[in-house]
């Protein structure tokens, strides 16, 4: 069974499915009650504990009486989740469906995939806004479509009716010089949509405006759509360094430029490197290497943001500088919502690999392959060949060219053999 949840403040949407249906064919397809109907875009309320008892009660209600095994899962949010609270729903999904893994989405993506679901003519290209009217809130979203298929999310405004139009227009999703919308997708209650359609006909006259009052469960069944799904990051990496005493309250900013980049919802990222001896420091004696890395939202200005007091890192290390490597390369992985220490084993130096060495090694596999056919017996001939052809070695080599292609075809012709012979 194949389970996609819409989870959301006001209402949830989940629907379950089996391979024997189409996901706009699901036996379970149920709306919700919301994690916190009074909240409006504010997802502080979604911590462990509130996140926790939610999605259980869900699990206890709507899936776990089909008495049906649980191959996928799928999550949509109202916004783009920091990495601790994507990591507290991941880890939530997991264990409550004992699946390895558990994709997350932001809504906007999601919707955007659920109504092409239903609409195939949607164009196949180009820069669309989605305005999602619900209740007395509002999602603005700006999404760019390419010709194979990929959706990146390049912008996301939340926002209590009435718009605040002007301040969306300051975060960039109206600016009559440099955009040319090919679409904008309208979706709300239909009594909410005359005056929003109105506005934007003011603003963009003979913009294509599709609205749509029946894609309650686009989003959940759009989870699944095939394509590359990515996003522009809005969260900054900062590192926190070791100061004699204690952390210090300083922050360096990580140069990965998040807000220019699109990051692949599943993608592996290298962010930065560091040297370890300059995060080092005694300790008791011993020389420790102690950092945290966090992650904070972009502000205005110039200036590095403070620290806020309850802020949880999404890297710690504490470790003894002998455990590690000289150079530490910290990784972002999106799927999974965490940084990592990649601690790849030092590779050998090619510069210092020779042709000869190289030679060496390339007769030493193919002596080896020599021998495991003749040792099989499995065709005479071959074996007879490849032996003469290694005793023509012990000469001198008039065309060193034609006998390394003539070494690699006999190399090919018993792989060959032993692949026929199993």
């Known amino acids: 069974m194949n389970i996609a949840i819409d989870l959301g403040n006001t209402y949830s949407f989940l629907i379950c499915w089996d391979n024997t249906r189409s996901v706009t064919d699901a036996y379970i397809k149920v709306k919700v009650q919301g994690i916190n109907p009074s909240a409006t875009h504010d997802n502080s309320c979604w911590d462990a504990q509130a996140l926790h008892e939610y999605l259980f009660h869900l699990y206890r209600e709507y899936i776990l009486p089909s008495r049906l095994v649980v191959e996928s899962a799928a999550l949509s949010v109202p916004d783009i989740l920091d990495l601790n609270h994507r990591r507290i729903l991941l880890d939530i999904m997991e264990e409550m469906l004992g699946l390895a893994e558990v994709s997350i989405l932001p809504r ?9 679901l239903h609409n195939p003519q949607f164009p196949a290209d180009g820069d669309v806004m989605i305005i999602h009217l619900h209740e007395k809130k509002a999602d603005l979203s ?4 390419t010709e194979t298929g990929g959706i990146t999310l390049e912008n996301y405004f939340p926002a209590v009716l009435p718009l605040p139009f002007n301040e969306a227009i300051l975060n960039d999703f109206y600016s009559p010089q440099e955009w040319n919308w090919d679409l904008v997708l309208l979706t ?13 006909a003011s603003l963009v006259p003979n913009t294509n405006i599709v609205v749509a009052d029946n894609l309650q469960f686009a989003a959940a069944e759009g989870l699944y759509a ?12 900062y590192l926190q360094k070791y100061d004699r005493h204690e952390y210090s309250n300083d922050i360096l900013k990580i140069p990965f430029d998040t807000a220019n980049l699109e990051l692949d919802c599943s993608g592996l990222y290298h962010i930065f490197n560091l040297r370890s001896s300059t995060l080092s420091y005694p300790d008791h004696g011993e020389n420790r290497i102690r950092f945290r890395i966090y992650e904070l939202a972009p502000r205005t200005g110039d200036g590095i943001p403070a620290l806020p007091v309850a802020a949880k890192p999404v890297l710690e290390v504490d470790s003894l500088s002998c455990d590690l490597p000289e150079h530490l390369e910290i990784a972002l992985d999106m799927r999974a919502a965490y940084l990592y220490l990649d601690l790849k084993t030092e590779q050998p130096n090619k510069n210092k690999i020779s042709i000869k060495n190289f030679r060496d090694q390339l007769t030493v596999e193919r002596n080896n392959l020599y021998e495991l056919i003749a040792s099989k017996q499995v065709n005479q001939n071959l074996t007879e060949d490849y032996n003469n052809h290694f005793l023509s070695a012990d000469r001198d ?4 060219l034609a ?19 199993k």
Request: proline share 7%.
């Open 108 to 116: 906007p993506i999601a919707l955007l995939c659920g109504y092409q």
């Open 403 to 421: 006998f390394e292609l003539n070494a690699t075809l006999f190399h090919l012709y018993g792989l060959m053999q032993l692949w026929q012979e």
């Open 188 to 200: 709300a209650d239909k009594s909410n949509f005359l005056p929003v359609e109105n506005w934007w």
């Open 142 to 145: 700006l999404l760019s479509i």
């Open 226 to 237: 095939i394509g590359q799904k990515s996003l522009i990051y809005p969260y900054e990496f």
């Open 397 to 400: 080599c008039q065309n060193p």
